[in-house]
């Protein structure tokens, strides 16, 4: 350690520039390093890494959701940033690494999120960035979901101060029209949470517990045995109007279901996919 060396407030900017981190992380990496800028560069990205394996079983319940969308339309992406307070949440810088990593997953379209993490931003990989912003601000940052959605049209939205991202493909190409009923679709998909497009994309595991609730509770309310069956499928029928997305009474107009809406707006629209990623 050569705590004699003189640094400059030159160098310390140039540091800093490099690699973001704050002046006195800057200076003290200056200081270790006797003024060598690479070797402060390597210093701060070790420290990175220490401070990453010390925060590793903590959690991130807190976060950005951010959804993007392709110039054309066509094509979107969520990821959800995940970080431990709502005070990192809340921090521009914060919401603009979030956006600037979903904007390289809409730009590579990765197919997992190891492929994002690995993929260029600026020079470093993602995963990369985020130890290298772990050291800078001392808490746990990971990228907790990504998700993408192409097709004919694709509509964003972010809820609630980026604590949901959504994304609704559409069969017809964009138009304000489209644009506009995709965003009350999605909206909808924010506040409501279906667990399905429709009957036809709901997982059997969760149509056979369904039917095994409502049996359970016509036994308890003593229904005689020939009808257990038929009120079971009476359950889960209330069960997919409640929670497929099409089948959902739509949020604005409670007299039409969502894919009633969908249908007036443009002759032969429907929703064909969508995606929901979510904080915490």
């Given amino acids: 350690m050569s705590t004699n060396v003189k640094i400059s407030a030159k160098e310390v900017n140039k540091l800093r520039k490099l690699t973001g981190a704050g002046m006195m992380d800057c200076k003290k990496a200056l200081v270790e390093t006797g003024g060598d800028m690479e070797a402060a560069i390597e210093h701060l990205r070790k ?53 600037a990593i979903a904007g390289v997953a809409l730009t590579n379209l990765p197919a997992d999120k190891e492929g994002l993490l690995a993929a260029d931003i600026e ?24 998700e993408k959605l192409e097709g004919e049209a694709v509509v964003p939205y972010i809820h609630a101060g980026n604590r949901i991202g959504v994304l609704v493909a559409l069969n017809q190409a964009i138009t304000d029209d489209i644009s506009g009923a995709g965003k009350d679709v999605a ?27 409502g049996r359970e509770i016509a036994l308890q309310q003593g229904k005689p045995e020939h009808i257990i069956d038929r009120i079971a499928q009476g359950n889960l029928k209330k069960f997919m109007k409640d929670n497929t997305l099409l089948h959902q009474q ?13 249908s007036s707006v443009s002759k032969g629209l429907a929703v064909t996919a969508f995606k929901r990623a979510a904080i915490g």
């Fill in 250 to 262: 739509f949020v604005k107009n409670n007299k039409l279901s969502v894919k009633d809406y969908i």
């Fill in 123 to 146: 020079g470093q990989s993602v995963a990369e960035r985020l130890t290298s912003e772990i050291g800078k601000i001392g808490e746990k940052i990971e990228v907790d979901a990504y």
């Fill in 47 to 99: 420290k990175g890494q220490k401070v990453a394996a010390k925060r590793a079983d903590r959690d991130t319940t807190e976060g950005a959701a951010i959804a993007l969308t392709s110039e054309d339309g066509t094509k979107g992406v969520i990821i959800v940033l995940g970080c431990e307070t709502d005070f990192v949440a809340k921090n521009d810088s914060f919401v603009a690494l979030a956006t």
């Fill in 187 to 213: 909206m909808q998909v924010a506040a409501m949470s279906p667990v399905a497009l429709d009957e036809s994309d709901v997982p059997q595991s969760v149509i056979d517990q369904e039917l095994k609730v």
